[in-house]
């Protein structure tokens, strides 16, 4: 019988503690180098609470004691609490409806006092990483069988539902990370064909004049039927299947797609994703705009995607060095303190930077999977992938955004962006999967 590490420090990995120390330094940094005035004393701005930099060194300190707590803790608390965790996570989802507060146009907010304020879709994260791994470690789950895909797939899109309620479509993108882990575990490689094939359709929906692209499926589908001509004689169903898939082709590119932009979408988010692909959206076919949003909603998704790359463009292969970004200390970038923090690396250390910093979140995610792939335990392996999904995601999709590679969705960079429930959230997260590892040789269901 296998007892459970009765140090805080035995079995710990600390490559994936220092990483994480590394990350969280990295942030406070840049956020520094945005906000930093000259000419002031930055000991006193940094003890002073006032500035984010300040703050997010306070975040730092909570989220270290939340980490011992967590590294104390006996691993077979996870797996007791996950599903009563998730189901907290929701409720506190559903409070916000209520009680919560609304910031930039989502009410996903609950405030906290003195300042501080909770966003319940980023905790989530953690529990709906819990109750996966929770679901997967019982004996009576098959992930072969159909009834078992709908529950895991439904934990998983769950909380997504509900964010984009909040208006926070970011975060419930976010959430398809777990897919990621849905596949390691043997959800059908069908469905990724069919949500790739869905979002190839939809950029050449966007891309292509709407009688060109149905020109363009017309032909692929002839093309497809004069080379299985043969098996066709032989089994008319395939020639009914290559109509069929014609059809819902074209039906999606003429009626699902453009309805999706008018009615599902909100004015500014489909302006962004059509300013991604160089197009403009007309706001006077979405049904949610509202009174003179036309004009705004085009503006600052060119602004902020343009001031971005001039920032990352400036920095060259070396950078302008410390304090002497132009374009972010300029406050030229917006949200450069959140969404934007990778602009203010990319200025003041240059390509050769960037690549160190990423080569770090690449060692980080790397270390990660080999600690999900040792583990004796369905549990701490699936959530060690959850949490290397969910890194992943947040890493692509942010680096992407600054980039203009990907439409402006409010995704934070992990560890690095300003935030106090984005920095907590990730760190019990990493420090999870710490204390679950340093217990490996338990068997935990």
Not at 176 to 190: A, I, W
Not at 353 to 359: A, E, H
Not at 414 to 440: E, K, N
Request: glycine share 8%; with cysteine.
């Amino acid at each position: 019988m296998n007892n459970r590490n009765t140090s805080i420090s035995q079995g710990i990995d600390w490559v994936v503690v220092w990483l994480y120390a590394v990350l969280v330094a990295i942030g406070i940094l840049c956020i520094f180098m945005v906000e930093f005035k000259p000419g002031t004393d930055w000991m006193q701005t940094f003890i002073s609470g006032k500035t984010n930099y300040s703050k997010q060194l306070i975040f730092s300190g909570v989220c270290a004691v939340a980490a011992i707590f967590i590294l104390l803790a006996d691993s077979k608390l996870f797996t007791a609490f996950a599903n009563l965790l998730y189901a907290f996570g929701i409720l506190l989802m559903f409070a916000t409806f209520v009680i919560g507060k609304s910031i930039n146009g989502s009410k996903s907010w609950i405030p906290l006092g003195g300042g501080f304020n909770l966003q319940p879709a980023e905790l989530c994260k953690i529990f709906t990483a819990l109750a996966l791994a929770k679901f997967f470690s019982r004996q009576e789950t098959d992930f072969s069988k159909l009834k078992s895909q709908i529950i895991g797939v439904s934990i998983a899109l769950a909380p997504a539902v509900l964010s984009h309620f909040q208006h926070e479509d970011g975060l419930a993108l976010a959430y398809l990370s777990f897919f990621l882990v849905l596949y390691r575990e043997g959800l059908p490689p069908q469905i990724l064909i069919i949500g790739t094939t869905f979002g190839i359709l939809v950029v050449a929906t966007l891309i292509l004049e709407p009688n060109t692209l149905a020109i363009i499926l017309t032909v692929i589908a002839i093309i497809t039927i004069y080379f299985l001509r043969k098996p066709i004689k032989r089994k008319k169903n395939i020639l009914l299947l290559i109509i069929s898939l014609w059809v819902l082709a074209v039906g999606i590119q003429r009626f699902a797609v453009p309805y999706i932009f008018n009615n599902v979408f909100e004015c500014y988010q489909s302006t962004r994703i059509y300013s991604m692909v160089g197009k403009d959206y007309d706001c006077s076919m979405n049904h949610h705009k509202s009174k003179g949003n036309e004009k705004a909603a085009r503006k600052p998704d060119d602004y902020n995607v343009r001031q971005s790359k001039i920032a990352i463009g400036s920095g060259e292969l070396f950078g302008k060095g410390f304090l002497k970004g132009t374009q972010t200390r300029g406050k030229y970038v917006p949200e450069q303190h959140t969404d934007f923090i990778f602009t203010s690396l990319a200025e003041a250390f240059g390509l050769f930077g960037c690549v160190i910093f990423l080569g770090i979140y690449l060692i980080l995610l790397n270390r990660i999977i080999r600690i999900a792939e040792r583990q004796r335990s369905t549990f701490s392996r699936v959530y060690g992938y959850s949490v290397a999904s969910i890194i992943f995601f947040h890493i692509t999709v942010n680096v992407c955004m600054t980039i203009g590679l990907f439409p402006i969705i409010g995704i934070p960079l992990p560890l690095v962006s300003y935030g106090g429930s984005s920095l907590l959230t990730f760190s019990i997260l990493i420090f999870i999967l710490i204390r679950l590892d340093a217990d490996r040789q338990m068997v935990l269901r």
